[in-house]
């Protein structure tokens, strides 16, 4: 049976870089964790998330991201459109999940499948609220999460 990690990342300090924490937080009250299911506040802590990837065979990352979008835009990225988006780092987390990803690949245990449920930021301030257009972009970035951990456990992963 497959294990399915759901990664929130981002900073609660910093306004809308606080949106894939926020998600993972709403995700825990809907989904109990489970033999093969975690759903993590990952926080910013780039490499030292080494061992959730190691135990993962799924990947979902939830993030603020920045793809010239208008605030509060919920993009679904996958595969090798991952690393691109990475790129245009938001916050300084972003390196951390970038160099996490590679160094899971080099040691053979990035996931199978990975996707990057993203939700585009409007402000990244030290304020400990999210902008009004990414409050509002956080039911469809939740909803879509939450559409595949339940399609993953109604499949029995």
Do not use: C
């Amino acid at each position: 049976m497959p294990n399915f990690l759901v990664l929130g990342l981002g900073n609660l300090l910093m306004n809308d870089d606080a949106a894939g924490l926020h998600a993972v937080y709403a995700l825990r009250e809907r989904f109990p964790e489970q033999a093969n299911l975690q759903i993590v506040d990952g926080g910013t802590l780039g490499l030292d998330l080494l061992g959730y990837i190691d135990w993962a065979d799924r990947l979902l990352i939830l993030d603020a991201i920045d793809i010239d979008a208008p605030p509060g835009t919920v993009a679904l990225i996958e595969g090798d459109d991952i690393d691109p988006v990475l790129e245009r780092k938001v916050s300084p987390h972003q390196v951390g999940l970038k160099d996490l990803l590679a160094a899971a690949e080099l040691i053979g245990d990035r996931p199978a499948e990975i996707t990057l449920l993203g939700i585009q930021a409007g402000d990244i301030n030290m304020a400990m609220e999210l902008t009004p257009q990414v409050s509002q972009g956080m039911e469809k970035l939740v909803a879509e999460a939450a559409q595949r951990v339940a399609a993953f456990l109604e499949s029995d992963g």
